[in-house]
């Protein structure tokens, strides 16, 4: 009869299971939660902008001419996505973005960074990489960095790929 492994937490009862890829699982999901939670009251704090918020200026700044249609901002993402009207509402409303008809196509809108945006989104960066380096950096040296990149790769194609619930 074999032995069931104690579980790594102090938790008596742990109904994740205790598999490898459970334990992996559930470790993944709630550093990431506590990371977030972390990284979204600090660059608040500091900045006024929430995680969503700054992905979309980071979204923003990244692209050509600094703007985005809106159906490829929801596209790209990370938080949030079905929100995005209303944090892209928020941030014209602080004159951050500004929201235009797309020169291409009149029925499309585009999101389009502005000049206070980029000196906010600046500005947020540097906390933002900041925090980084100081939760993230002391955590894994370079091999375990390049090694958890490609588990995360793997890990997104496999959702990406997943079927939509109904």
């Not at 600090?42 to 006024?48: D, E, F, K, P, S």
């Not at 979309?56 to 996505?81: C, K, N, T, W, Y």
């Not at 892209?88 to 008809?101: D, F, H, M, P, Q």
């Not at 380096?133 to 997104?156: G, R, S, W």
Request: proline residues 4%.
């Amino acid at each position: 009869m074999g032995v069931t492994p104690e579980p790594t937490s102090s938790r008596e009862r742990d109904l994740t299971g205790f598999s490898p890829k459970a334990r992996a699982w559930r470790a993944f999901f709630e550093t990431s939660a506590l990371i977030s939670d972390r990284m979204e009251k600090r660059l608040h704090a500091v900045t006024g902008l929430k995680l969503a918020e700054y992905n979309i200026l980071l979204l923003l700044a990244e692209a050509d001419s600094h703007q985005l249609r809106m159906g490829q901002l929801a596209s790209q993402m990370v938080f949030s996505p079905s929100r995005l009207s209303y944090q892209v509402k928020s941030l014209a409303n602080r004159g951050l973005i500004e929201r235009c008809a797309d020169e291409n196509d009149k029925r499309g809108m585009t999101a389009r960074l502005t000049p206070s945006g980029e000196k906010v989104f600046s500005e947020a960066s540097r906390v933002h990489a900041q925090h980084i380096k100081q939760l993230f950096h002391p955590a894994v040296d370079d091999d375990q960095a390049q090694q958890l990149q490609i588990i995360c790769d793997q890990i997104y194609r496999t959702a990406e790929q997943a079927d939509e619930p109904c």
